[in-house]
């Protein structure tokens, strides 16, 4: 029996049990998603029990069995109660030797989603007897049959090489059967049957993956030919044991592969089965019924069994359809530091490999685009080592840092196609090399339809068939975002070719480029090392008429990219000026796409012709800079030079708006120029750089430059591990700090990275989607990430260049009320204070205005307890929830009290809720004095005060 669990919001409270084993573990599900479990039950009824630990109920949520859904009002409370029934027409179908004739059991209406399975071992015609060994033991392949049906469907009848496997007058109206049909290897075929001679009405059969019958509109059969596979697939099974091991057995297809009593506790055992394309069912099995304890079965990198906690057996599907690849990697020096990953599953384990060595691996791969991490455990890259599959060496220019992605392709392409119709639709038929996709009378007007085919790398050719003999009226064809058709306005056929590629982000001239580079460094020797210099190319239309050389060196090859994509190259260059060659194959310019290198861009202006050169600086020693551009009146007319480089062309923004760039500039004195077209300034428009605002006096003239500096701060940050830490990862801005698998658990680790002033972004990343399990991230003396318990990624937003800033909270009474946010970060959580204690807390905050929100739990205030910081108390009568500031100004000695009252007007923030002061954080005693005299002017007091610290 198959079943669904839908989730909502709160999945990992989400618990199920049927006839009271447990078939969903609370814990174990993620937020909107469908799971889908096979359980095998006996006809009548059964019960099903929805779980809730936190007791609000499903949230939305809902089973579904056999097309009934139950638990969507299941909005409160922590269980609810169904019952359903399997009756007795959901049974096995199957063919039967019996001497020289053939018998099939018979089988009443189907229910929706019934599933019944039948055994073929070789090509059959009617009348004629069926082979002996029948048996699902023989060499037969289970293949998925599927049918769809829209109406009449009791007119139905489908055979397979003869044999029934849809009677006619057993289907129902407007659903999805499935059957699983176990095939001998080779060509078989479908007769598609309509007992009253007008075809399937639009209702279709799909077999391994492909749709028979769409066009079957009329007449009482349709004959269609497949193929089956004989081959079996050599596939690896891991068990990785916790606890209680001698209690774990396993069975594949009803073949013991694990017995119970044979395996041990906290070990990893591997077993290779050859089994054929298709779905295979793995039972797991416990002695005492306490489930698997933790322990886990791994199939093609997919985790099974985590979840089995509870009861004695328990069953997972899962399907077989991968190739082998080989792939080998070279080593250099260092070869202990390298590590594999491949779609995130370890082939090669760092430590594990040795100098100068050529190791092989073979892995079964799903025929696609799949993707290889190479890990370097020292931060250097692999020294020249590099990985080869299928001939293509990757990692070659991998010379610093911890870890570089590729991806590659095994087998065909998956290959989207849309058909967008206009009038006369009915008449539109589509071939692709010949084959048949789309025939006239299966479209109709104004509809869009798309298909995915798995199409080889190389040259394709589409036929756009017209059966009328006047086109497609304007309706088209879209293949990778490229139009095809659209022309297509008389005739009867019109043939276009499209070429499909595998682009990889470093590829063979990628890897050229970077030994080229390398050779122009220093004196020639390649000694001295290149920079690592991301540039992204961002298409928009006719992409694949791009291509990109680097000093001579092929970055893109033209007909590699795709319309509307952003692509990221990573080159090692030496230090200084470089030249890019942009190049169009058609002549006719990029079309507004775009190269851009340190957070410049490059070619939006290369409008027409066939080349553009450019020319860029690799910087050694950069820093990311952030600056905005914000315009008034006028915005048509400005524009924006940073060290002679066009940041901004004029003409290009728009009035009353404020524009973001991203530059990396090395450390030291810049030069921004400021432009004007109508020599009338920017009119009150500015640049900021580093929260310093320049050209708010620019109201004259064409030109206006400012010098600014660029440095950054060396930033420590730790990152505090807890239960699985290699699944975390960590990336600052962008670039990869830790990368996933390479921490352990209950660790501490110290990075210093150099970092511009201001605000930064750090993504926390999981691999497995449950979080940090209370591990956290430390800069400045705040934590991030303690509330990451699920998904696999938190943002957080941190300032550099920050004030450390000392505070303390006394209790009194009722500590376990108390708590307090800074700026919106918890400090103190409520119920983690005890009475008549003081709590000592440093954080590194910002100049600026900042907020501390006393908080109550019971809402009465914090009983004469009080947070105090850098000497001054606050919240002493926070009594009922609100808060009086005037008392905190009297630590601040030279202040004058026309200065208070100015700090008091300019600074106040209005309290929303609970008891809120705003924190002034200045550096010293004359930046107090200006702002306050000179920065205040326009702002209006309230009754809730802020102060200066």
Not at 550 to 579: P, R, W
Request: charged share 15%.
């Amino acid at each position: 029996m198959i079943m669904t669990v839908t989730s909502t919001i709160g999945a990992n409270e989400i618990g199920l049990l049927i006839d009271g084993t447990e078939i969903v573990a609370m814990g174990s599900l993620a937020n909107h998603q469908v799971y889908t479990y096979s359980v095998c039950l006996t006809v009548g009824a059964h019960m099903a029990a929805l779980l809730d630990s936190y007791g609000d109920g499903w949230h939305g949520g809902y089973l579904t069995i056999n097309g009934v859904d139950y638990g969507k009002e299941f909005l409160g409370g922590a269980s609810q109660t169904h019952t359903f029934i399997v009756p007795k027409r959901v049974a096995n179908l199957q063919v039967k030797a019996v001497g020289q004739h053939h018998e099939v059991q018979s089988l009443g209406q189907h229910d929706v989603r019934s599933v019944s399975t039948i055994y073929l071992d070789a090509p059959h015609v009617d009348g004629l007897d069926v082979a002996a060994n029948s048996a699902k033991g023989g060499q037969c392949v289970d293949t998925d049959v599927t049918l769809h049906t829209a109406a009449w469907g009791a007119e139905i009848g489908l055979r397979i090489d003869g044999t029934a496997i849809v009677p006619q007058g057993s289907l129902a109206n407007d659903h999805e059967f499935l059957f699983t049909v176990c095939l001998s290897g080779g060509e078989h075929t479908a007769k598609l049957e309509d007992s009253y001679g007008d075809g399937w009405h639009g209702a279709y059969v799909t077999i391994n993956g492909v749709d028979y019958g769409k066009e079957f509109l009329t007449g009482s059969s349709e004959f269609h030919s497949f193929t089956i596979s004989s081959s079996c697939i050599n596939t690896i099974l891991t068990v990785t044991t916790a606890t209680r091991g001698n209690e774990i057995g396993l069975k594949i297809d009803g073949n013991v592969i694990f017995g119970m009593g044979t395996l041990q506790d906290n070990q990893v055992y591997t077993n290779t089965m050859c089994l054929t394309a298709g779905t295979h069912e793995a039972e797991f099995e416990d002695l005492i019924g306490d489930g698997w304890h933790g322990a886990f079965l791994t199939i093609g990198g997919v985790d099974y069994g985590k979840g089995f906690l509870v009861g004695t057996v328990v069953r997972h599907t899962f399907s077989v359809s991968c190739v082998d690849t080989l792939m080998m990697i070279t080593t250099a020096t260092w070869g202990n530091e390298i590590g594999l990953k491949i779609d995130g599953n370890e082939v090669v384990a760092q430590g594990s490999l040795g100098n100068y060595q050529i190791y092989t691996f073979s892995v079964c791969l799903d025929p696609g685009n799949h993707e290889a991490k190479l890990f370097d455990s020292y931060g250097d890259g692999w020294h020249g080592g590099y990985l080869t599959i299928g001939g293509v060496d990757y990692g070659k220019g991998f010379l610093t840092g911890t870890v570089e992605t590729h991806t590659f392709l095994i087998g065909c392409i998956d290959t989207t196609l849309t058909i967008t119709t206009m009038t006369w639709g009915t008449e539109i038929g589509l071939k692709v090399d010949g084959d048949d996709i789309v025939l006239p009378g299966a479209l109709t007007d104004n509809m869009v339809s798309t298909y995915t085919l798995c199409l080889n790398p190389g040259v394709h050719e589409a036929t756009l068939v017209d059966s009328y003999g006047d086109g497609w009226h304007h309706g088209y064809l879209t293949i990778n975002g490229e139009y095809y058709g659209a022309d297509f306005l008389n005739g009867t056929s019109m043939t276009s070719t499209f070429n499909l590629v595998q682009v990889e982000a470093e590829n063979q001239f990628l890897t050229k480029a970077k030994e080229v580079a390398a050779e122009q460094q220093g004196d020639g020797s390649g000694g001295a090392p290149c920079i690592d210099t991301v540039i992204t190319v961002t298409t928009t239309i006719w992409g694949n008429e791009v291509g990109i050389k680097i000093d001579d060196a092929e970055l893109v090859v033209q007909g590699t990219l795709k319309n509307n994509q952003e692509y990221k190259f990573n080159m090692c260059l030496s230090a200084g000026t470089h030249v890019a060659k942009l190049e169009d194959s058609y002549g006719d310019g990029w079309h507004g796409s775009y190269m851009s290198v340190g957070g410049v861009d490059y070619g939006k202006e290369f409008l027409s012709g066939a080349v553009s050169m450019i020319t860029f600086s690799a910087s050694s020693s950069c820093v990311e800079t952030t600056m905005t551009v914000t315009t008034t009146a006028g915005g048509f007319e400005m524009g924006l030079k940073i060290d002679d480089i066009e940041l901004v062309a004029q003409g290009s923004l728009a009035n009353d708006q404020v524009y973001t760039f991203t530059m990396c500039l090395s450390i030291g004195l810049h030069t921004a120029a400021l432009l004007d077209s109508y020599a009338d300034g920017w009119h009150g428009g500015y640049l900021t750089i580093n929260g310093v605002d320049y050209g708010r006096d620019f109201l004259t003239g064409t030109v206006a430059t400012h010098q600014f500096t660029v440095s950054c701060v060396s930033t420590t940050m730790t990152v505090t591990t807890k239960s699985w830490g290699p699944e975390i990862g960590l990336t600052i801005d962008g670039t990869v700090i830790i990368a996933e698998g390479s921490l352990y658990n209950f660790q501490v680790y110290t990075y210093t990275v150099c970092l511009s002033s201001g605000s930064h972004e750090a993504n926390l990343l999981d691999s497995y989607g449950d979080g940090w399990h209370g591990g956290f991230l430390t800069i400045g003396g705040v934590d991030y990430g303690k509330e990451f318990l699920t998904g696999t990624m938190s943002t957080h937003t941190f300032y550099v260049g920050c004030i450390d800033t000392l505070m303390k909270i006394t209790t009194t009474t009722w500590g376990s009320e108390a708590g307090l946010a800074i700026d919106g970060n918890e400090l103190a959580a409520q119920g983690s204070l005890s009475n008549y204690q003081e709590y000592t807390y440093t954080v590194c905050l910002s100049p600026g205005v900042h907020e501390a929100n006393l908080l109550d739990s019971y809402g009465d205030g914090w009983h004469h307890g009080y947070l105090t910081i850098n000497g001054i108390d606050y919240g002493r009568d926070f009594l009922t929830g609100t808060s009086q500031l005037k008392n905190a100004w009297a630590a601040i000695e030279k202040m004058s009290a026309d200065a208070r009252r100015a700090a008091i007007a300019a600074y106040e923030l209005p309290r929303k809720g609970g008891a809120k002061s705003s924190i002034k954080i200045f550096s010293d005693e004359e930046e107090v004095t200006q702002l306050l005299l000179d920065g205040c002017k326009g702002r209006t007091a309230s009754p809730s005060g802020s102060m200066p610290v």
